[in-house]
């Protein structure tokens, strides 16, 4: 088939069409950043102790009746416990003082059989708050957080098959549609079960949006912005949304209201979709050759340039193959999520604000998009992958070893780390987007997708082998990482390279000979023999590789 970015080479590589495509596409990664992190908020953990009912107590025992216990050194009164009350009842009655003429720790102490008591300082309501979910039940709020990653895995499945079959825009908004009603639903959730189960539509519904939209871009814009689409425009407006959320929820301290809030904000996608195109690339590929035509002179017309009569050239659809891209790309997803989430667990918890916390949290990451995005216009893919790779491995590997006596130390290597490990995110996804032809794109970036939900389900167990040996699990995730980044080093370099757009193209890419060459060759009027011999060099290059 034609080459697309040479049959489209008219359009520029910037101009109305293009720019307006960028911002519209852009805005739809905002509520990717704020409806996956929600729990945050929805799910905190108040200040609470047993409740007291309503009995006649004198006010020395009311204030007595909740024992103290100790946490990190410092003594809080118990939140799953009280002296048991018809003990204090009776003490109380008689006249007893509490301190002075009972020793409060002979009493014995009971579980907390008549509910909580929760804070209101900071939230009205949580799931916690309306569903009990401490003590005996505070397992299910990590659960409920897992749910939305089972969707996670899910959705990268899904949505890969779908948007391949029906289309990236289709996929796109039918799964902004999926997410609001979901979301929406969700706050209406009569209990934790029901909570966890509309979870998972809402984790299935957005890793297909930011799956779909990110392939749309790369597949609608022009090479030179495409880079700064999936660096900086992708993330950066991830981390808007991300950096948006806690100022809702500082607004909103009810969880049922921040939810609804939340769904309503996808409303103002619906005009979206006339403004944003199917990917002309995926319509060739389907062989739908006169809408990708209309979509790319409509281009043409907004961007002020005249299109040819005939734009793309007769077109031929090849069955796919597997590459061994296939196997490469999952192990590195896999690798970089199990070693960002070991060290993110290392990372001294911050004091203060939550909402404030969240926020620095998300702002943390934008100079490494930053960076990433300047970088990636002039350097090779596989070599940043790999050194970015190793740094957040070598870290793993180095920070368990520094002694307690200099944290500053241990702290600059979590920051390092964690800066190696949002870089290499932000380059496996253009790359994975470069690499995979447009007929296995998105199911491409969906396996290598689920392959990194499996890495962090994956880590916690690792994370679990702490219990026998303190350094084991960092040993481990960071060989694991370091193993990655030179296995990196195989994949073939797509820097300044077009889109593939079949299977056969993506394996002439991994033998380091463009079809351009062959093209070149023939413009510069090279004979058959010569051709021969590029393409034989061509298939020794391969085998060698």
Not at 138 to 163: E, H, N
Not at 165 to 189: E, H, I, N, Y
Not at 219 to 233: H, I, Q, W, Y
Request: aromatic letters at 12%; one cysteine or more.
């Amino acid at each position: 088939m034609g080459d697309y970015d040479e049959d489209t080479a008219f359009l520029g590589q910037t101009g109305p069409y293009f720019w307006v495509t960028f911002f519209l596409l852009n805005t739809v990664f905002v509520s990717t950043g704020f409806n996956g992190l929600y729990i945050i908020f929805a799910g905190a953990t108040p200040k609470h102790h047993c409740l007291i009912p309503d009995v006649n107590l004198t006010e020395e025992w009311r204030n007595a009746i909740i024992p103290f216990t100790e946490v990190d050194g410092e003594e809080i009164k118990s939140q799953c416990s009280r002296y048991k009350l018809d003990v204090v009842k009776n003490l109380s009655s008689e006249g007893y003082v509490p301190g002075r003429d009972v020793n409060l720790t002979s009493l014995q102490q009971e579980e907390c059989l008549d509910g909580w008591t929760y804070s209101k300082e900071i939230y009205q309501s949580t799931i916690v708050t309306e569903w009990n979910l401490v003590c005996d039940n505070q397992w299910k709020v990590p659960f409920a957080s897992s749910s939305l990653f089972v969707g996670y895995l899910f959705g990268s499945l899904i949505s890969g098959q779908l948007s391949d079959r029906f289309g990236r825009k289709k996929v796109v908004f039918m799964s902004l549609a999926v997410q609001c009603l979901s979301v929406l639903l969700q706050s209406f959730s009569q209990s934790w079960k029901m909570f966890c189960i509309i979870f998972l539509f809402v984790g299935a519904s957005q890793i297909s949006i930011y799956i779909s939209a990110f392939v749309l871009g790369t597949e609608v814009l022009s090479k030179t912005m495409r880079v700064l689409f999936t660096t900086l425009g992708a993330f950066l407006f991830y981390c808007i949304g991300y950096m948006t959320l806690p100022w809702i929820a500082f607004g909103i301290r009810d969880w049922r209201t921040l939810l609804a809030v939340l769904s309503a904000t996808s409303v103002v996608y619906i005009p979206l979709w006339w403004f944003i195109s199917e990917s002309p690339r995926w319509l060739v590929t389907q062989g739908r050759v006169g809408e990708a035509e209309a979509i790319v002179r409509d281009a043409a017309r907004r961007n002020k340039v005249a299109a040819p009569p005939v734009i793309f050239k007769e077109s031929e659809v090849r069955i796919p193959l597997y590459s061994q891209n296939t196997f490469y790309f999952p192990c590195s997803r896999m690798s970089i999520n199990i070693g960002y989430f070991g060290l993110s667990l290392n990372t001294s918890n911050l004091s203060g604000n939550p909402f404030m916390n969240c926020f620095l949290s998300a702002i943390s990451e934008v100079p490494a998009y930053i960076v990433s995005t300047l970088l990636l216009r002039v350097s090779p893919r596989r070599i940043l992958l790999s050194v970015f790779l190793f740094l957040g491995g070598g870290v793993l590997l180095l920070i368990q070893f520094i002694p307690e006596s200099v944290q500053q130390v241990a702290l600059a290597l979590e920051m390092t780390g964690k800066f190696g490990f949002t870089m290499a995110f932000s380059i496996v996804y253009i790359y994975t987007a470069e690499l995979y032809p447009t007929v296995l794109r998105n199911v491409g970036m969906g396996v290598c997708s689920s392959a990194a939900r499996i890495g962090s389900i994956t880590a916690p167990y690792i994370i679990y082998l702490g219990t026998y040996d303190k350094v084991l699990p960092y040993i481990l995730m960071g060989s694991l990482t370091i193993s990655s980044s030179m296995v990196n080093l195989f994949l073939p370099e797509t820097l300044h390279k077009d889109l593939p757009e079949t299977v056969e193209q993506m394996q002439e890419c991994q033998g380091l000979c463009r079809r351009s060459k062959k093209r070149k060759c023939i413009q510069n009027g090279a004979t058959h023999n010569s051709l021969s011999q590029l393409e034989a060099k061509s298939e020794v290059e391969t085998l060698n590789l």
